[in-house]
């Protein structure tokens, strides 16, 4: 009985109800019109005398040609209003409303013949409050059959909700030719990742394969792929956690309790933003390994207790962004020992790698995306990052180039190619 809407359907009544008010100024129209065209076709066919006096006696009291269609015309008026109204009852089926339904055209000869507004609009109302009370009735009706079928219809909601769900991730799985991650081991191991979040056909991604425990420094030349690399990270992390499967053709994560992802800062901060900034990672150093213990029986918040089982994974692209290069090479060096002293898995992005081993007291790993040169304008670049490996940059990249295409005079490029 109920549309897709949740409208009653099925009941002719209401049917007839909705339609008569939906289509209430059509049909007056349309019987305006039919009155209007039997009125004129007597009028034509009609000859009408009218002596010198009674000519006299209407001017005289100022009337029109009202007054003239009912002295001389009456009946012929009289069967065009009924027309009309036999038109308006017929059209909308409005025998139940018929009494309210004539009186819009009134007995008062007029020409052209005119609806009453005042009345149309009273019958407008009425077939309105008898449409919707039709309609109340119906679904109060409805409900009550419904009413044993309430948990039912619950529980086949809640199972189309879980299938959907279902299918959703099936079809997510099967467009990014996605696997199950694994758990277990220190930090991640990704073969054959691709990220779906690049703004590319998907055929067009390259996989990568990457794996890193501990703390680790990314480099590679701009444009080479590090940002993509820490997206599919933290993608194909979340994924696991998620219980949803990652978009590679093997992926095993470690279980962490927090994802942290530091992304690349436009410009220099101010004082105060760079401030705000370390006071973030000096917050995120303290937490590393600190898990929260059980309420006291004072009912006092939650204090901190150092534990081994609460890893988290740090990303970080282009710390070094915030402030000037040597002073970004000596933070970035000790949040990475502040990081690796606490067992921390990280990946910091960097083009100061060479800067912060050096700066480091500790041995960092590094990690770098190789380009084998420039060819027509475009970097030739193999996505995957080799291990233990600090990633030539492209202005070196340039230099090399430079230094190939001009052999006569070739000094000054090369030159610049030792200083790297």
């Known amino acids: ?7 009653i359907r ?7 109800l909705a ?7 059509a049909a007056v129209s349309e019987a305006e019109r039919a009155a209007n065209d039997h009125l004129r076709e007597a009028i034509e066919e009609r000859d009408v ?29 009289t069967a065009a209003v009924e027309q009309a109204r036999e038109t308006l009852v017929e059209t909308l089926a409005l025998e ?22 005042a009345v149309l609009n009273r019958l407008r109302d009425e077939l309105a409050a008898a449409r919707d009370r039709r309609a109340a009735g119906q679904k109060r009706s409805v409900a009550r059959e419904l009413a044993d079928l309430r948990a039912d219809c619950e529980r086949l909601v809640d199972r189309a909700l879980e299938l959907d769900v279902e299918l959703a991730i099936a079809r997510f799985a099967a467009d990014f030719e996605c696997t199950m991650p694994e758990f277990g081991g220190e930090g991640f191991s990704i073969d054959g990742g691709r990220s779906p979040l690049l703004d590319v056909p998907w055929a067009d991604v390259e996989p990568v394969d990457y794996s890193v425990a501990g703390v680790t420094l990314l480099s590679g030349v701009n444009s080479g792929g590090k940002t993509s690399i820490l997206d599919l990270v933290a993608l194909v992390v979340t994924l696991a956690h998620m219980g949803l499967p990652a978009p590679a053709g093997h992926a095993r994560v470690e279980r962490i309790e927090e994802l942290h992802y530091h992304a690349k ?15 973030e990672f000096r917050e995120l150093v303290s937490e590393v390994g600190r898990a929260p213990t059980s309420e006291s029986a004072s009912g006092d918040a939650p204090s901190t207790a150092v534990s081994e089982d609460r890893p988290v994974l740090v990303l970080v692209d282009e710390l070094e962004s915030i402030t000037e290069p040597g002073a970004s090479a000596n933070i970035m060096a000790g949040i990475l020992e502040a990081l690796d002293d606490r067992g921390a898995t990280a990946v910091f992005v960097s ?8 700066a480091a007291e500790t041995e960092i790993a590094v990690d770098g995306i190789a380009a084998d040169g ?6 030739q670049v193999d996505r995957t990052p080799v291990k233990g490996r600090l990633a030539r940059s492209t202005p070196e990249l340039i230099v090399e180039k430079l230094a190939d295409e001009n052999a006569d005079d070739g000094a000054f490029y090369e030159g610049l190619l030792e200083k790297f």
């Not at 009985?1 to 409208?7: A, C, F, S, V, Y």
């Not at 099925?10 to 007839?16: I, T, V």
């Open 1 to 7: 009985k109920l549309d897709d809407e949740g409208g």
């Open 96 to 117: 139940a409303n018929a009494d309210i339904a004539r009186r819009v055209f009134g007995d008062e000869p007029t020409y052209p013949v005119e609806h009453d507004e």
């Open 49 to 77: 005398t009218i002596e010198g006096t009674d000519l006299l006696s209407l001017v005289e009291r100022g009337a029109g040609v009202d007054s003239l269609l009912q002295r001389e015309l009456s009946e012929e008026y």
């Open 265 to 279: 800062t436009q410009g220099t901060l101010d004082a105060g933003a760079f401030e705000s900034t370390l006071r």
């Open 351 to 358: 083009h100061l790698a060479a800067e912060i081993r050096e």
């Open 374 to 379: 420039i060819e027509d304008g475009e970097l």
């Open 19 to 25: 339609n008569a008010v939906a289509d209430l100024d």
């Open 10 to 16: 099925g009941d002719e009544e209401l049917d007839r």
